[in-house]
Nanobody, 121 residues
């Protein structure tokens, strides 16, 4: 079955940078666009980025500037680099994949379990 496993989360300090990884198995990753989402305590899950099979990327306006998504199809892995971390970046970060292209959470077909990122001084 298709599995997505996020890694790279943890406790970080404000101003740090962090790279999350999402390893995909059980699917031909080249055929899927991949998205990163996050859910902060008490808040709705929100989109951070989407990357297409041809490396086209999309970031909502609120996420432009500090987030960079990339993919390595040879490793079936998608990455999210977060720079200049802020307290408000504390959240569970999820990756998800879909065939085709979408920026809507409900269109994503497979999801990882999430990785916790906590920003604290």
């Amino acid at each position: 079955q298709v599995q997505l496993v996020e890694s790279g989360g943890g406790l970080v300090h404000p101003g740090d940078s962090l790279t999350l990884s999402c390893a995909v198995s059980g699917a031909t990753f080249d055929y899927y666009a991949a998205g990163w989402f996050r859910q902060a305590p008490g808040k709705e899950r929100e989109l951070i980025s989407v990357i297409s099979t041809t490396d086209h990327t999309y970031y909502p306006d609120s996420m432009k500037g500090r987030f960079i998504t990339s993919r390595d199809d040879a490793k079936s892995t998608v990455y999210l680099q977060i720079n200049s971390l802020k307290f408000e970046d504390t959240a569970v970060y999820y990756c998800a994949i879909l065939t085709g292209w979408s920026i809507w959470e409900s269109d994503f077909e497979y999801w990882g379990q999430g990785t916790q990122v906590t920003v604290s001084s």
